[in-house]
């Protein structure tokens, strides 16, 4: 990890790892659930009217063979659109897409600051500014950043201490037109603290007091060139 001029950190990247990553985009980002449940929804709809068909067509008297082609047409559509609202099934499309000129496993260095999030490596760089960013979905192990209404980029944050992703969250709400925040990290990541319903005497002089660590500010350096 470095912090100079911003968070850096260097992230192996392969096939599981980058499904895993759009995988928690599409079920976070509000956008990819909405479309997700479009396409289940019609999905739903052309199920139906298989059914519906073959029952009509049967009750018709139509040939056995028309009333299997007509419903196996439209358990197709319904197939088609199935897939569609199948987060793991956009993943591994877009892992595929992604990663077919660089098949294997790979470093990228990944890079916060001030101005944005970015990334390097294999002879490729982005970079995306926070105004650019219309929501941030924050995880365990990924976070999620809606660009737009269809686009995301999901970034493997598990090497992040808290105070370090509270300095990524305070540069994005810093930037103009920052993206919306949202927590979506699992609760027993933080134990509950116990409290007894009748303390002893003495108990409130003993008992440890519960704080959390100051906030950290990594203070960029100027001249840095962007990822």
């Given at each position: 990890m470095n912090q100079l001029g911003g968070l850096r950190l260097a992230v192996r990247v392969d096939r599981a790892s980058c499904i895993?990553?759009?995988?928690?985009?599409?079920?976070?980002?509000?956008?990819?659930?909405?479309?997700?449940?479009?396409?289940?929804?019609?999905?739903?709809?052309?199920?139906?009217?298989?059914?519906?068909?073959?029952?009509?067509s049967s009750s018709a008297?139509?040939?056995?063979?028309?009333?299997?082609?007509?419903g196996a047409l439209t358990l197709g559509f319904a197939a088609v659109y199935a897939l569609c609202a199948s987060s793991r099934f956009r993943a591994w499309a877009s892992a595929r897409k992604?990663?077919?000129?660089?098949?294997?496993?790979h470093i990228v260095v990944r890079h916060f600051d001030s101005t944005g999030y970015g990334d390097a490596g294999g002879g490729r760089s982005s970079h995306v500014d926070w105004s650019a960013v219309t929501v941030v979905v924050e995880g365990?192990?990924?976070?999620?950043?809606?660009?737009?209404?269809?686009?995301?980029?999901?970034?493997?944050?598990?090497?992040?201490?808290?105070?370090e992703r509270a300095t990524i969250r305070r540069w994005a709400e810093a930037a103009p037109g920052g993206p919306r925040w949202e927590l979506r990290r699992s609760?027993?990541?933080f134990p509950r603290l116990q409290i007894?319903?009748?303390?002893?005497?003495?108990?409130?002089?003993?008992?440890?007091?519960?704080?959390?660590?100051?906030?950290?500010?990594?203070?960029?350096?100027?001249?840095e060139s962007r990822a």
């Open positions: 895993e990553g759009w995988q928690f985009g599409y079920r976070t980002l509000p956008t990819a659930r909405r479309s997700r449940h479009r396409f289940a929804a019609l999905a739903i709809l052309f199920g139906g009217f298989a059914v519906v068909g073959v029952v009509r008297g139509k040939p056995l063979r028309d009333v299997i082609a007509s992604i990663l077919r000129d660089r098949p294997g496993p365990d192990r990924f976070m999620a950043l809606g660009l737009g209404r269809t686009d995301s980029v999901s970034v493997p944050i598990e090497q992040l201490s808290d105070p609760a027993r990541r007894s319903p009748d303390p002893g005497p003495g108990a409130a002089d003993q008992a440890p007091i519960a704080t959390t660590d100051s906030f950290v500010e990594v203070t960029p350096v100027s001249g």
